[in-house]
């Protein structure tokens, strides 16, 4: 009976993923192929949005990352451009992630100061949004939210249903802009 058990947890875990991603749970999902992210909230698709990544394919991390910091007209710390300031490059919003061991302070969702970047391959490595969208998600998106970074032909349902964000009976009504 224990050896069935342990089978039957197994056979379940490859379709449904124990972690800490449950249906409902905020989930955020960046494609790097398509430039654009995908919010997922209460077991849906709310809101698909256009992005600005990477200069080249591996400055922008891939891999599931967690929210661990967010700021209100981030610092720049690169050129020493204070918040709030027309010349800075992260825009109005700052939401850290964790890629590749940091402090949620070197990658993150951002806003920008030049608009017309967004949906092009120019960042050193963040995920970058335009302003009013930034500042929409950073409302709605709590510390401990969970970040999957790819490039892939797959859709963003498909990738939500792999992740666990989403089930297969809540893939219509997301919404695109």
């Known amino acids: 009976m224990g050896s069935f058990f342990f089978t039957m947890l197994l056979t379940m875990s490859v379709i449904f993923p124990l972690g800490d991603t449950i249906v409902g749970d905020p989930y955020i999902i960046v494609n790097k192929k ?4 995908a919010f997922i909230q209460q077991g849906r698709i709310e809101k698909v949005l256009p992005v600005a990544t990477g200069k080249s394919n591996e400055l922008t991390p891939e891999g599931t990352f967690t ?28 939401i850290g992630f964790d890629a590749e061991d940091t402090d949620g302070r070197i ?8 608009p017309s ?18 500042e929409k998600l950073f409302e709605e998106v709590p510390i401990g939210t969970k970040v ?9 349902e498909t990738l939500a249903i792999k992740v ?10 997301a919404v695109l802009h």
């Open 117 to 134: 970047s967004i949906g092009k391959y120019v960042t050193a490595g963040c995920v970058r949004l335009h302003n009013e969208e930034i």
């Open 107 to 114: 990658y993150g969702l951002h806003g920008t100061n030049k």
């Open 164 to 173: 666990g964000a989403l089930s297969k009976q809540k893939t219509e009504g």
């Open 34 to 37: 398509t430039n654009q992210v």
């Open 67 to 94: 929210i661990v910091v967010k700021a209100v007209n981030p610092y720049y710390r690169k050129k020493n451009i204070a918040g709030g300031d027309k010349q800075n490059p992260l825009g109005t919003r700052w």
């Open 148 to 156: 999957l970074i790819t490039t892939s032909p797959e859709s963003f």
